[in-house]
T-cell receptor, first 112, second 115 residues
Framework: DQQVKQNSPSLSVQEGRISILNCDYTNSMFDYFLWYKKYPAEGPTFLISISSIKDKNEDGRFTVFLNKSAKHLSLHIVPSQPGDSAVYFC???????????FGDGTTLTVKP | EPEVTQTPSHQVTQMGQEVILRCVPISNHLYFYWYRQILGQKVEFLVSFYNNEISEKSEIFDDQFSVERPDGSNFTLKIRSTKLEDSAMYFC?????????????FGPGTRLTVT
């Protein structure tokens, strides 16, 4: 049972345009969500997070939106830059348990 | 900026041998994790560790695996008798302090190759 799903394995956008990465979850006990970015041969790097009491969190070019009723979150990157090309993982946590459950990842390619 | 470090960066071992992967978490962190990523697959949770004991483990973390925090700074993952399918990148992560945010900080990983 895959509790966190990223249905798009890859996404390609033009530099300067918006990148939208999506993530769906099934476990209603998840109450904290994170996005990580991963370059090849490196560990994941924390990008942005959102608590279930919010529906939006913004940090510079990165905005995460949470739709609790749809059990869906998305990461918007505006404007996209070639250096954003990486694998993006969403992760969900039941803060009472503490374990992060990761999605499969979406490979973002930003073309110059 | 503090970071999580892992050694070695690459470990090659023969099937059936024991390996110990080492991690130095960020010094004031209280929660420690091991994950693995088989080539081309997702990042998979193995185990979490808090207050000197395992707080949660996945079905992957069977009796062949163990974790230890031997000296208050290192956090180790031991695989007693490696199998070919243990070949993967192993990532250590830490978070804290108590009551803080939930972001985990990952190390660069150890690539384990079992031959």
């Amino acid at each position: 049972d895959q509790q966190v799903k990223q249905n798009s394995p890859s996404l390609s956008v033009q530099e300067g345009r918006i990148s939208i990465l999506n993530c769906d979850y099934t476990n209603s006990m998840f109450d904290y969500f994170l996005w990580y970015k991963k370059y090849p041969a490196e560990g994941p790097t924390f990008l942005i997070s959102i608590s279930s009491i919010k529906d939006k969190n913004e940090d510079g070019r990165f905005t995460v939106f949470l739709n609790k009723s749809a059990k869906h979150l998305s990461l918007h990157i505006v404007p996209s830059q070639p250096g954003d090309s990486a694998v993006y993982f969403c992760a969900a946590i039941n803060t009472n348990a503490g374990k992060s459950t990761f999605g499969d990842g979406t490979t973002l390619t930003v073309k110059p | 900026e503090p970071e999580v470090t892992q050694t070695p960066s690459h470990q090659v071992t023969q099937m059936g041998q024991e390996v110990i992967l080492r991690c130095v978490p960020i010094s004031n962190h209280l929660y420690f994790y091991w994950y693995r990523q088989i080539l081309g697959q997702k990042v998979e949770f193995l185990v979490s560790f808090y207050n000197n004991e395992i707080s949660e483990k996945s079905e992957i973390f069977d009796d062949q695996f163990s974790v230890e925090r031997p000296d208050g700074s290192n956090f180790t993952l031991k695989i007693r008798s490696t199998k070919l399918e243990d070949s993967a990148m192993y990532f250590c992560a830490s978070r804290g302090p108590l009551g803080g945010n939930y972001e985990q900080y990952f190390g660069p990983g150890t690539r384990l190759t079992v031959t």
